[in-house]
């Protein structure tokens, strides 16, 4: 039926385009742009900046992957249904892996195919590293867990506004990041390239905080408000830290190759001991900084040096000068 009603649709304007002159002439518009578009696709699996995108990892099947996973790590956070949670589990994590194994796939061979890794090795067996991947991968889950239960912890201890683990699981951003962030992490772990960055966008959109997925950060990490915090992708964070909204956690400069490309795989971004503390819009620059342990970094600051542990750094270049206003609305005494 509905392939007759096709023939008959195309016929329709074909007698229309026939009959009238400005139809004729806005068809033939369409098929010359139409033309102009497609020479400037290339359609192979090589990687680069002109080719199309269906012979990449699906987006949208990696992002319902991740919530999924999220509800598996959360189960709840998207329904009140009380489960058995064996059950529960066994079938989100078959979805997942009916969502992720093609992806893996398609993913695999930009290991070598990328633009940046022209040297590593083909795999022979894509189906077969997949498949591994896949099982390796969901065999991290219940150490994600684990890791997550102390981010938890962390944050309700570190937000005097947090009334309950409840309010924490369901409604702090910071949290959502940290998770997602675990998930992806472990597929970069797996060296597995795109896929964590898909789910780690998908994470910045929804909650305002970019994780690169390379990112190492210990147990009982706590984002508070987080909108704006930038951590990059060789970014090393210890056990027990807390970051506010705006902190950037970055590269200081990019070493280049003697073609004037980008040095990859290179320590870029700072370290971050145990039990550091960052406060809100501070920035730290370079893979030789290192924050040590039990530190305390004010807001505002920029930093691109290496403090010692247990230091307390603050800005002091400017200066908050408080004054009374009298009842006209002018300037009164100091």
């Known amino acids: 039926m509905g392939g007759q009603r096709e023939i008959e649709r195309k016929v329709k304007v074909e007698l229309e385009t026939e009959t009238n002159p400005l139809l004729t002439a806005q068809v033939m518009q369409i098929n010359e742009t139409a033309k102009k578009l497609a020479g400037l696709y290339a359609t192979g699996h090589e990687d680069r900046p002109d080719n199309v995108l269906w012979n990449y990892p699906a987006a949208d099947h990696v992002v319902s992957a991740l919530k999924t996973l999220i509800h598996v790590i959360f189960p709840g956070i998207y329904s009140s249904e009380a489960e058995d949670l064996e059950s529960l589990f066994s079938k989100q ?3 997942v892996s009916g969502l992720l194994l093609p992806e893996i796939e398609r993913a695999v061979p930009y290991r070598w195919l990328a633009a940046a890794e022209q040297d590593v090795k083909p795999v022979e067996d894509v189906k077969g590293e997949a ?13 994600v867990r684990e890791m997550v239960i102390d981010d938890v912890v962390a944050a309700y201890n570190g ?16 949290l ?5 962030h675990r998930i992806a ?13 898909i789910m780690n966008e998908w994470t910045h959109a929804k909650a305002g905080i970019d994780i690169h997925p390379g990112a190492t950060i210990g147990r009982g990490f706590f984002i508070d408000h987080g909108t704006g915090v930038v951590i990059g992708e060789t970014t090393q964070i210890g056990s027990g830290g807390k970051i506010y909204q705006g902190v950037t956690l970055g590269a200081k400069s990019f070493p280049l190759d003697e073609n004037g490309n980008p040095i990859k795989h290179i320590q870029r971004h700072p370290t971050v001991e145990d039990n550091v503390v960052i406060y809100a819009n501070t920035t730290v620059l370079g893979g030789k900084t290192v ?8 807001g505002n600051v920029f930093l691109m040096e290496s403090v010692p542990p247990h230091s307390f750094v603050t800005k002091t270049e400017a200066k908050v000068t ?11 005494h100091s």
């Open 185 to 197: 992490h472990e597929l970069y772990q797996l060296h597995v390239p795109i896929i964590p960055r």
């Open 93 to 95: 994590l078959q979805e």
């Open 131 to 143: 498949k591994q991947i896949l099982d390796q991968f969901l065999g991290t889950l219940p150490t």
């Open 291 to 298: 924050l040590g342990h039990d530190s305390v970094i004010g």
């Open 159 to 174: 937000d005097p506004a947090a009334l309950s683990y409840a309010e924490v699981k369901l409604a702090y951003p910071g």
């Open 322 to 332: 408080i004054r009374e206003k009298d009842t006209s609305g002018l300037s009164g």
């Open 176 to 180: 959502l990041a940290i998770t997602s």
